[in-house]
């Protein structure tokens, strides 16, 4: 008999605004290297909204709008500074549709800016980090990765359609890769069917957010705008809908034993990797001062 995976917490977020963060500073849902799920939600709009340039360092952040456009901009130096006095500043921006996905990997520091254009007065959007690699991946140069909705497999059956963003489902891959293994998918189920995620050779940790509709896992009931926390497992998951058809995402990693310094922008290992990459921060935003784009 194959056995099928638990999971540990349901639980709502917490709203401020149109933003709704769901995993706490001290993460005590034990998801780590997982940092930050947060759902931003705004109606009735009548111009753009977002965020204004600031900084990032040693997480790996995706971004995925499903409502609205996005427009993103983001700097960071070539080199190290640190290691580098000749390093030059680089610049680069991209325009996201509604289903497409951007991954920044902000390494020794990036600064960007999101603004979401709204689509018949209405933005969401999904965020997520991961922390980097103890060591030196935490201070490696900025890479990122824009990957458009068409360029994500889907997996569409009569009880379910995956879009696969980061990973692997039934021999599908995507072509976005992270710095470890992921996996992010956004799976549409249809009423009174179900949904399988099969057994896998190597633990994980994660969870599941459910979007849209109500989603059973093992008998337990997830609501509409609830995380459900796994346990750290290899086992199968099975999810079960009613009478509504269901919208949710799910995300794994392996997990991490890993020392922890934070800020409210930045992850590392050490006080003397964060003193680093909030350094390279500030030497990055004088470059968007006279930035009002």
């Not at 204004?52 to 499903?66: A, N, V």
């Not at 800016?113 to 991946?137: M, Q």
């Not at 021999?171 to 992270?178: D, K, R, V």
């Not at 934070?262 to 001062?289: N, Y």
Request: glycine residues 6%.
């Amino acid at each position: 008999m194959t056995l099928k995976r638990h999971i540990n917490t349901v639980r709502y977020g917490r709203t401020v605004g149109a933003m709704t963060h769901f995993i706490p500073n001290d993460n005590n849902l034990d998801l780590t290297p997982i940092m930050l799920w947060d759902h931003y939600q705004e109606q009735h709009l009548l111009h753009p909204t977002g965020l204004d340039f600031h900084g990032h360092s040693g997480i790996e952040s995706l971004t995925y709008p499903i409502l609205g456009e996005m427009h993103h901009t983001h700097g960071h130096f070539s080199s190290i500074p640190e290691n580098d006095q000749n390093h030059t500043f680089v610049r680069h921006q991209h325009k996201l549709n509604s289903g497409d996905l951007l991954i920044l990997t902000t390494g020794a520091g990036i600064v960007h800016k999101d603004k979401l254009i709204p689509r018949h007065g209405e933005v969401e959007c999904f965020s997520l980090w991961r922390a980097l690699p103890c060591g030196v991946s935490e201070l490696q140069p900025p890479q990122y990765q824009v990957h458009t909705a068409t360029q994500c497999p889907l997996i569409e059956n009569n009880q379910s359609t995956t879009k696969v963003l980061v990973g692997d489902y039934q021999e599908q891959s995507s072509p976005a890769y992270c710095q470890q293994p992921l996996t992010f998918l956004d799976i549409h189920i249809m009423a009174y069917c179900r949904w399988r995620y099969p057994q896998q050779t190597q633990p994980t940790t994660g969870f599941l957010y459910v979007q849209s509709g109500s989603v059973y896992i093992e008998g337990r009931q997830v609501l509409s705008h609830q995380i459900a926390t796994f346990s750290v497992s290899q086992e199968a998951i099975d999810l079960q809908v009613g009478s509504h058809c269901t919208r949710v995402l799910l995300i794994l990693t392996q997990p991490q034993h890993r020392p922890i310094v934070r800020t409210e922008a930045s992850v590392h290992s050490s006080d003397r990797f964060l003193t680093q990459g909030q350094q390279c921060i500030s030497q990055l935003l004088p470059h968007f001062k006279s930035d009002h784009s």
